[in-house]
């Protein structure tokens, strides 16, 4: 709980800058267009602060519920407009005025998307390198023979060079075809190729991680669960365990890597475990009770001691990537427009049925998203910015009546019809979308909440 304020606050900076950058695509684009703009409003309902400004005394106002926000325009179906202002009302414009005006919120999240992609890469970022872990049994990844501590350098041809590469390639691949070819290379500069069956990405309507499915886990080494630094006051101080001691069992159960030995301990807070621990070639018998402490939503627990450093035990998992100023422009560019047509797809297959619909996620998640990334650092934070940016962009493109995507829909009908369509017409329609908005958040909402009981 202590995470609130500082999640809230990171979750509060993206809704903000996306909402104003939004509006100001549809405000800048009004004004381009000539059409006069009455109010400029983050967030809807009751005012709760404005100021008249400009040359057209336009409202710049703050309104008591921040999930969106509105660009009013001068407009006969809303009001009187005077005779000498007709030329500037929303409605009098032409059909590709009008669009562009509509088009112009999502097309400024898009813009945001590319610019933020772009810092991000000018200034460059610590990636984590493609190794993998010990996949699960049963897992495809155990099925493909995947080794602890292979890298992997190509998927179906496509260089791979950091974690998040991988990551994004698998899920691409595994929304339209059943495996992969990996070529992998070891420790010891061994080649190798396998194949990695894709389908159980899915298998549950993309709900959860879809890596974690196929087995795809990062590396972690193969170290003997030998106790190196130990925490002064921690429950393994207080239980007697001293650096050099070497783990032989918990609870009665052998031990034979360190991660074991952590696994056993994260999954017993506040529980008491009996260890067998081999010191000075003499056996002992000691119990802890690790601390049950909060992780990133999660009670885990923890005893405050560290793995012994071993020769050679180290290697390193990380790169710093920086690209120039024109190549991180390309990047931002492919990023932007790979991710936007990802999301239509998924969208897609969320609405035959191929993805669930508990996939959808809320404010609730997004904040914690939000919180999460912002803790990881600067480029993570405006990473996740830039996701959230394109996602709100393809989402007001879609459609459905009360979104941008919905008023353009409206247009080309026009343009087929040669004529408007009836005020009863747009109406229903807006009923129509309403409802489906609302069905949309409901889901989200109850999404969140799902995920907030499960842990």
């Known amino acids: 709980m202590t995470d609130l304020p500082f999640y809230l606050i990171a979750f509060a900076v993206v809704l903000g800058v996306l909402i104003i950058v939004h509006e100001l695509g549809h405000y800048f684009a009004a004004r381009w267009c000539g059409v006069k703009v009455l109010r400029f409003s983050i967030g809807f309902g009751p005012v709760l602060w404005q100021k008249k400004m400009g040359r057209d005394a336009t409202e710049w106002a703050v309104s008591a519920f921040p999930l969106g926000g509105y660009v009013k325009m001068l407009d006969e179906r809303e009001a009187e407009v005077p005779s000498a202002e007709l030329h500037r009302a929303f409605n009098r414009q032409g059909v590709g005025k009008r669009s562009l005006i509509v088009a112009a919120g999502p097309l400024a999240n898009f813009a945001l998307a590319i610019l933020l992609y772009w810092a991000v890469f000018i200034y460059g970022t610590n990636e984590l390198l493609p190794v993998l872990g010990t996949p699960p049994e049963g897992s495809p990844a155990a099925a493909a023979a995947i080794r602890n501590g292979e890298q992997v350098r190509q998927a179906d041809g496509m260089v791979v060079s950091t974690w998040d590469e ?31 069956d894709l389908r159980a990405a899915g298998e549950q309507g993309w709900e959860g991680d879809a890596l974690e499915r196929l087995g795809i886990r990062f590396y972690r080494p193969d170290m003997p669960p030998l106790i190196g630094e130990v925490v002064a006051g921690s429950p393994g101080a207080r239980a007697g365990l001293l650096r050099g001691d070497r783990v032989v069992s918990v609870d009665g ?3 034979g ?45 923890k005893i405050g001691v560290a793995v012994m450093d071993m020769p050679g035990g180290r290697r390193e998992l990380r790169t710093f990537v920086r690209h120039d100023f024109f190549a991180a422009g390309q ?19 969320m609405l035959v049925g191929e993805v669930s619909l508990k996939t959808l996620s809320g404010p609730v998640t997004i904040a914690d998203y939000a919180g999460q990334s912002a803790r990881l650092g600067l480029d993570y934070y405006l990473r996740f910015m830039a996701l959230v940016s394109i996602s709100l962009g393809v989402l007001n493109l879609l459609p459905i009546p009360v979104l941008d995507g919905g008023h353009l829909l409206y247009h080309m009908l026009e343009v087929v019809r040669r004529r408007p369509l009836s005020e009863r017409s747009m109406e229903i329609g807006q009923q129509i979308g309403m409802a489906i908005l609302f069905a949309l958040m409901a889901f989200a909402f109850f999404n969140d909440i799902s995920r907030l009981l499960n842990g």
């Open 166 to 196: 991988l990551r994004w390639l698998l899920l691409q691949k595994a929304v339209d075809q059943e495996s992969v070819s990996l070529e992998l290379i070891n420790e010891r500069g061994e080649i190798a190729v396998r194949r990695l």
């Open 253 to 255: 159960l052998p031990v």
């Open 257 to 301: 890597l360190w991660l074991d030995f952590v696994a056993k301990v994260r999954e017993s807070a506040g529980k008491s475990l009996r260890l067998e621990i081999l010191r000075d070639e003499a056996e002992l018998l000691l119990e802890v009770r690790p601390d049950a402490v909060e992780e990133r939503g999660r009670t885990v627990g």
């Open 331 to 349: 990047l931002a560019l492919a990023e932007t427009w790979n991710k936007s047509v990802f999301s239509i797809v998924m969208m897609g297959k």
